[in-house]
């Protein structure tokens, strides 16, 4: 008898999919599609240390980050999976209404790019980590006030 666990293959359509419908626990507070494509093992990263993990875990980062920014909205550009990972660049927007990381409220808006890259397999989200454009981000809020190269935005 084997004491192998079962791992269904997936392919690469069906990860980037799921890698999509985690913006629905950001952008809707959907806790269901936390429950459902979030493994109870799961690891965030990019979490703060103490972040509980897990779909709860997830779900509450998700809340928190809509109760600092009003509007706060993450919309996907573009992304790819290949084996068990997907990778989607979203740009972020939202208004800096609360204190963020050490920030006060600005009542700002803010658009900036991030990077996250998801493990997946058996159809639920294993890891995630992310690359986030923090020095725009607080070049955007005030925080920073070294203009942009090239007059970029």
């Not at 909205?73 to 927007?93: E, H, M, Q, T």
Request: aromatic residues 8%; hydrophobic residues 35%.
């Amino acid at each position: 008898m084997s004491t192998q666990q079962h791992t269904a293959i997936m392919n690469d359509d069906e990860v980037l999919e799921i890698a999509k419908a985690m913006g629905k626990i950001f952008n809707d507070g959907d806790d269901e599609v936390a429950k459902r494509l979030v493994a109870p093992d799961f690891v965030d990263h990019e979490a703060p240390p103490g972040t509980p993990g897990g779909p709860d875990g997830y779900a509450s980062t998700a809340r928190w980050m809509r109760s600092v920014w009003t509007n706060a909205r993450w919309d996907i550009v573009d992304g790819f999976a290949k084996g068990d990972r997907a990778c989607l660049r979203v740009v972020f927007s939202g208004r800096h209404d609360h204190e963020f990381m050490g920030v006060p409220a600005t009542g700002k808006d803010v658009e900036v790019q991030h990077i996250h890259i998801y493990r997946i397999s058996d159809g639920q989200v294993r890891e995630h980590w992310a690359v986030r454009d923090e020095m725009e981000l607080a070049r955007q809020l005030g925080a920073w006030t070294k203009p942009r190269p090239g007059g970029q935005r």
